[in-house]
């Protein structure tokens, strides 16, 4: 298991939350989720054409929301960067799979679950346009300006890479993540106020001085329409991390224990 945390959240938590675990569940739980909503199949076709898939912000904050708390949440669908492909074979790639093209340069696809993949070129990443700064994974999480979405999964190896989410979880705050690429402020000041109703988390000072400077009636409706066709059932509340936490009986533990399991052996 490969974790990386720009945080350090290993230091953040009491010791009786074992951190990696939730890491190591998260990452269980995103394979699992992939295989699916045959998801794995394009990330092999992905390769094939040269680039590499990452899964960046809601689906990997849901898994890792799963493996905290136990809740049965399932994402509404997948953001998926993709680096080192070619425009013309990122966009045959997409057509491939009957991709619609979206306002920003890349496609929505739909998978096999019925959720919808959304795949963009991380070089064509609005923010890192936005400020003309390297292609890397790191700066894109900078680009999401909310922590609690600022996280990414490499379905190659496993890796994650968190810059405040799972500690945005823990404490039930949101906040701004460290060293942003501040862009397109009120869509992120209403997607802050969408992400605040959803999980029902407090804002930090400093976003809730963004929200505050950058609000807009309209951008806000439009997040908060989009929130409520799309969010997916969730656990009705909680009130921190314990082990005595109910886990629904729906949530297949069982799966995730023999996984975690063949991965010690």
């Known amino acids: 298991m490969a974790v990386r945390s720009s945080n350090g959240c290993l230091n953040l938590f009491p010791h009786s939350l074992e951190t990696a675990a939730v890491y190591q569940t998260a990452q269980?739980?995103?394979?699992?989720?992939?295989?699916?909503?045959?998801?794995?199949d394009i990330f092999s076709e992905i390769g094939s054409s040269g680039g590499h898939p990452y899964i960046f912000a809601g689906a990997v904050r849901d898994a890792l929301n799963s493996a905290l708390t136990g809740a049965v949440t399932s994402p509404r669908d997948y953001d998926i960067g993709i680096s080192a492909m070619r425009r013309d074979h990122f966009d045959e790639l997409c057509r491939r799979f009957s991709g619609v093209r979206n306002r920003h340069g890349g496609y929505q696809l739909r998978g096999s679950d019925g959720l919808n993949l959304d795949l963009w070129r991380i070089e064509e990443t609005v923010g890192i346009v936005a400020h003309a700064c390297r292609p890397t994974v790191s700066n894109v999480l900078r680009t999401f300006i909310i922590d609690l979405n600022a996280v990414v999964c490499d379905p190659a190896t496993g890796a994650i890479e968190d810059r405040g989410c799972l500690q945005a979880l823990f404490r039930r705050r949101?906040?701004?993540?460290?060293?942003?690429?501040?862009?397109?402020?009120?869509?992120?000041?209403?997607?802050?106020?969408?992400?605040?109703?959803?999980?029902?988390?407090?804002?930090?000072?400093?976003?809730?001085?963004?929200?505050?400077?950058?609000?807009?009636?309209?951008?806000?409706?439009?997040?908060?329409?989009?929130?409520?066709?799309?969010?997916?059932?969730?656990?009705?509340?909680?009130?921190?991390?314990s082990r005595s936490l109910p886990i629904q009986s729906a949530f297949p533990w069982s799966v995730v224990n023999n996984a975690r399991a063949s991965q010690i052996r």
């Not at 269980?28 to 794995?40: D, M, V």
Request: with cysteine; proline share 5%; net charge positive.
């Open 174 to 241: 949101m906040g701004i993540v460290r060293s942003t690429l501040m862009h397109d402020n009120s869509e992120f000041a209403a997607r802050a106020l969408a992400l605040q109703q959803r999980f029902r988390f407090a804002l930090s000072p400093s976003l809730r001085s963004f929200v505050s400077d950058w609000y807009s009636r309209t951008e806000t409706d439009r997040q908060m329409a989009k929130e409520s066709r799309l969010i997916p059932p969730q656990a009705d509340s909680w009130q921190g991390p």
């Open 28 to 40: 269980i739980l995103l394979r699992l989720r992939c295989a699916a909503s045959g998801i794995s």
